[in-house]
């Protein structure tokens, strides 16, 4: 497994650049195929704001998310398969544990 720690702005925390974890880094693993089967992209923020007990932080953060998403998934239009209308990558988006922001 290779660690991506090179990405400017990743902090992990609620100013993490998620537009180059998604938009840069995961792309590229993406792209690059044939070296990798498998890539995992770990956003933090949403789950710190819930144990911050922050509901407007971790709103914040879901729609941070939701954006870097919608522009890799975008931005990767040209990986589906003309002839059979299927992409060559899965994306699984899912969380390790609920945390509500009361």
Do not use: W
């Not at 902090?11 to 590229?28: M, P, V, W």
């Not at 690059?32 to 995992?40: A, E, I, L, M, V």
Request: aromatic share 8%.
């Amino acid at each position: 497994m290779d660690l991506l720690d090179d990405v400017e702005g990743m902090t992990g925390y609620y100013d993490s650049n998620l537009r180059g974890k998604c938009l840069r880094a995961a792309k590229e693993f993406i792209e690059n195929k044939n070296s990798y089967d498998f890539g995992f992209v770990h956003v933090k923020a949403v789950d710190d704001a819930g144990h911050d007990k922050s509901r407007p932080i971790k709103v914040e953060q879901l729609e941070k998310v939701d954006r870097a998403i919608a522009e890799m998934v975008a931005s990767l239009g040209g990986y589906l398969d003309s002839q059979k209308e299927q992409c060559d990558f899965i994306l699984c988006i899912t969380g390790d544990h609920t945390t509500p922001a009361i």
